[in-house]
């Protein structure tokens, strides 16, 4: 699967993805030698003669017009490829949203034979900044998640796409490269799923390559994950208790798989207490059991499938980017200092001051000897 | 430094001792006013009087004006229709004793000031 990184943030998960072929994409070149690993760069030049230098600086627009640049590049390699991206900045927002808009226009060009086929769909996994500490970056994301992104969801036209939010980077402290690399670890156990069904032994069911393409081709919201599974407890609680915290919490799920790794010998059909959660749900999850000699524990890896609006979403972003104007505002205004005009005419103020400064004694002795008083 | 004014006269004594800040200001102004050769008359001082916050009526200025006249420490002139005020020689005298006393500060002539812009 081809790998692609916009922007800075980005460019830097692909990096960590495919260290060695993949496709990164900035507006400077300068930003991309930045990057460490990675395959192919391409540069999408800014009508400016500081942009190659300088980055988008925040603003989708700048972004934006710089895809306009390498347009027909990423249509040629859009398709079947997933895309990192984060939506705070100005590269990977704008870029992302050219690249959304000429996906669903492909779509729909293609709609007589029924749109982009399941091979050609493009996941794509978003960067969401804290909404709390990364303020500044939740504007455009607003902006980002109302407009192409839900544009994209309510057409159907993207494969699966997956919300990492940077609130545990900052609730845990984790510097940059090693929150990356956390993403790229916890989406290749995801991404493994058809690998470890081909090269384990089946014990139920399977989960091949082509399932797992349709699977990840559906426009859906992406939650996964991973965790020792105990037979003895509860499924639904366990579940609940390991979400992924790299990504947002999932909504009620439309769709589900999961693959289940029993250590060699044990007993696999500890599956079947797996099922009645999903039946609750009224899902029907693709899954399939494989024995996995190294383990000593069961393990389980779950995707649900949710479409939880985006729209959803911006009401929290919008909330706390409300709030944020609300402080700053008011904090403008308590620092808020009249200047006052003072028009000062010299005359009066000369008078004033020789009234205030009174009259010399000699002076008045002096009078009074010169009009021969004294 | 003018030269030191000796008093011998007790019945002067106590007659400074009862001068009050209008009296001493009065004096002053119409000293500045003469050597400038400014025609100082009881309207003027009246309103240098208020504008020093001395008092708010021309009665008080009036009878300010009119003690200093009875202790012959100031002349009263009938000029073109005005009442125009003069130092006298006694009022000098006063005048500069009440200066090197330190008792009252000086203060500035509203009057004068506006004539000199």
Redesign the interface.
């Known amino acids: 699967m081809k790998v692609i990184g916009i922007g800075g943030a980005g460019g830097k998960i692909a990096a960590k993805m495919d260290s060695q072929n993949a496709i990164l994409v900035n507006v400077s070149e300068t930003e991309l030698e930045k990057v460490v690993g990675g395959g192919e760069h391409i540069v999408a030049p800014v009508q400016s003669t500081a942009g190659q230098f300088r980055g988008s600086r925040k603003d989708p627009t700048i972004g934006h017009d710089a895809y306009n640049t390498i347009r027909r590049r990423m249509q040629d390699i859009i398709g079947g490829a997933i895309v990192f991206s984060s939506t705070g900045g100005g590269t990977g927002n704008g870029i992302t949203t050219g690249i959304l808009e000429d996906i669903i226009a492909h779509d729909d060009a293609l709609e007589s034979s029924n749109g982009i086929p399941i091979n050609e769909k493009t996941m794509f996994c978003l960067v969401l900044p804290d909404d709390e500490l990364e303020s500044n970056y939740v504007e455009n994301s607003i902006d980002f998640m109302s407009k192409p992104l839900a544009t994209a969801i309510d057409k159907g036209s993207t494969g699966n796409i997956m919300l990492f939010s940077n609130k545990l980077k900052f609730e845990d402290q984790i510097g940059e490269d090693a929150y990356n690399q956390m993403i790229a670890d916890s989406l290749n156990v995801f991404m493994s799923i058809p690998d470890k069904n081909t090269s384990f032994k089946l014990m139920e069911l399977h989960i091949d390559h082509e399932d797992f393409m349709a699977y990840t081709a559906k426009p859906y919201f992406n939650h996964f994950c991973y965790f020792d599974y105990d037979p003895g407890k509860d499924f639904g609680s366990q579940l609940t208790a390991n979400w992924n915290k790299l990504l947002l919490p999932p909504e009620e799920p439309i769709e589900a798989m999961f693959l289940l790794e029993v250590p060699a010998g044990q007993d696999h059909t500890i599956f079947y207490k797996i099922l009645p959660f999903f039946e609750k749900k009224k899902v029907n999850p693709i899954y399939s059991v494989v024995e996995n000699p190294s383990l000593q524990r069961p393990f389980i890896t779950v995707s649900l499938l949710y479409s939880r609006k985006p729209l959803e979403l911006i009401d929290e972003f919008n909330k706390v980017n409300q709030e944020v104007k609300d402080v700053k505002v008011s904090k403008s205004l308590d620092q808020h200092v009249v200047l006052e005009k003072l028009n000062v005419d010299m ?1 009066k103020e ?2 004033r001051a ?2 205030e400064k ?5 002076e ?8 021969k ?2 | ?2 030269r030191a ?1 000796e008093l011998t006269d007790d019945l002067l004594q106590d007659q400074l001792n009862r001068l009050g800040e209008g009296h001493f200001l009065i004096l ?1 102004w119409c ?2 006013c ?2 400038k050769t400014v025609k100082y008359n009881i309207t003027n001082c009246f309103d240098d009087l208020k504008s020093a916050g001395i008092t708010r009526t021309k009665q008080t200025a009036v009878s300010f004006v009119e003690t200093l006249w009875a202790l012959c420490f100031v002349d009263i002139r009938d000029e073109r229709n005005r009442k125009n005020i003069y ?3 006694h ?3 006063a ?2 004793h009440l ?2 006393s330190n008792r009252y ?4 002539s ?1 009057y004068l ?1 506006d004539l000199k ?1």
């Open positions: 005359n000369a008078k020789s009234k009174g009259l010399d004694a000699d008045l002795l002096q009078a009074l000897k010169r009009i008083k004294l | 430094m003018a004014v002053s000293t500045l003469e050597d130092i006298t020689p009022g000098a005298k005048l500069a200066v090197k500060k000086l203060k500035s509203s000031e812009s």
